[in-house]
């Protein structure tokens, strides 16, 4: 009897991967490449944040309260009230409310800054509001100095105490609060890339998303019908 010979079934064939292009590329972070196009603007935003501790000093130095003393004979004489412990604590208090209140503040300039959205901004944030809690502490002290010894000696002078900081820990509060701010602007936005606005934005390295090591158009097999 003869025998039909069926055609054999074509063997399956594995998908071809689609390169990604477009948006679906930027769905991914783009690492280095994405650092390196921040670099410049990220230097800058240290420094204009640093520059933040001129007014939050002057402000600490206006606003901390601080006693008066009149130089009599026997020694100094508060003028209005005796000096407590709760003086010191609201200098403290008085330093770290403005640091919470610039940290939050520039955390949401640097998110509103779009375009550049991204890790480099977040460590910078960081780096600029450190240097700028720092420079606000010492324009703080050096404006509140204390009396001379000369002063001090000048018997009929009026003297004021020194500002001085007296919790350290309270320079991390600006840095904590601008960081905080900046994370939860993140956690609320809907888009992988952060609403990145820049037509420059940065391609995810790899074989599959465009990067340096894509593989070239013509290097993918087409698919068999």
Known sequence: MPTTDLPSAAPAEEPVPRRRTGSAAAAYWPGWSEIRADLRSSVLLV?????????????????????????????????????????????????????????????????????????????????????????????????????????????GARVTTSLTLGSLPALALAPFAAVLAYLIAVLCTHSDDLGRTSGETPVADGPMAGGPDAVPAGDIPSRVS
Do not use: M
């Not at 003393?69 to 100094?76: A, D, E, L, M």
């Not at 300039?109 to 780096?127: D, P, S």
């Not at 002290?141 to 204390?146: D, I, K, S, T």
């Open 47 to 155: 420094s204009a944040l640093g520059l933040t501790g001129l007014p939050a000093g002057v402000l600490w130095w206006a606003l901390a309260p601080r006693l008066d003393f009149r130089i009599t004979s026997s020694g100094p004489v508060p003028v209005d009230a005796a000096p407590t412990s709760e003086l010191l604590i609201a200098d403290d208090g008085v330093f770290a409310l403005l640091l919470a209140g610039v940290g939050l503040l520039c955390g949401i300039v640097a998110w509103r800054i779009r375009r550049r959205r991204g890790v480099a901004t977040l460590v910078a944030l960081a780096l600029g509001t450190s240097v700028g809690a720092a420079l606000a502490w010492q324009v703080g002290e050096y404006l509140g100095a204390g009396p001379t010894r000369a002063q001090l000696a000048d018997v």
